[in-house]
């Protein structure tokens, strides 16, 4: 997905919902923090969407631009509508969202996740392809460990539940490491 399919996401979202205000989640959310990314961040082409102030109408994007819509078959990327527990976050995320607004968006606004809580919201999902998503974000320098752990004790998790996230964040750096990448020690 390229920043421009994302601005027409949001545009779409918000002709769909009359809505103002987008939170992004997932990995487009880069997109908010570099027009353009390495091709790594850029092969999913689905945005994961919800309303600010309205996130039960996130059901509405997915069934008008959601995967298999017309939407989706026109232009080959589509929007999932989700919601705000779709992603761990730490508590102040949103103090770190990056904007999204201009003439392609109609003016409305998408809060794409800071590059710190997407790598965190990835690192608590602990799928495959997120470890491979934030190692490629340690790879290309948008992520230290550093700055990942600084944030974890933010993390609405359990005591046993954080002491695993520092644990995988700690192998991820020291795998990126191994592979040659110079990473700062955390």
């Not at 919800?50 to 997915?62: F, G, H, K, S, V």
Request: hydrophobic share 40%.
């Amino acid at each position: 997905m390229t920043r421009q399919e994302l601005e027409h996401i949001i545009r779409a979202s918000g002709d769909i919902t009359d809505q103002y205000e987008f939170v992004i989640v997932g990995s487009q959310s880069i997109l908010g923090t570099t027009a353009t990314p390495e091709a790594v961040f850029t092969v999913s082409m689905e945005a994961d969407i919800y309303p600010l102030q309205a996130p039960e109408l996130a059901d509405m994007i997915d069934g008008a631009i959601g995967e298999g819509s017309p939407f989706h078959d026109s232009y080959g990327y589509y929007a999932q509508g989700v919601g705000p527990d779709t992603a761990i976050l730490p508590r102040d995320w949103m103090t770190r969202v990056r904007r999204v607004q201009n003439a392609n968006t109609n003016d409305r606004v998408g809060y794409c996740l800071g590059i710190v809580d997407l790598f965190l919201a990835k690192a608590a999902a602990g799928r495959d392809k997120d470890r491979e998503f934030c190692a490629a974000l340690f790879e290309h320098g948008y992520v230290t460990p550093e700055a990942a752990l600084a944030l974890t004790g933010e993390m609405p998790l359990d005591e046993a539940t954080h002491r695993r996230l520092r644990a995988t964040i700690r192998r991820w750096a020291q795998a990126a490491r191994d592979a040659g990448h110079a990473l700062p020690d955390a």
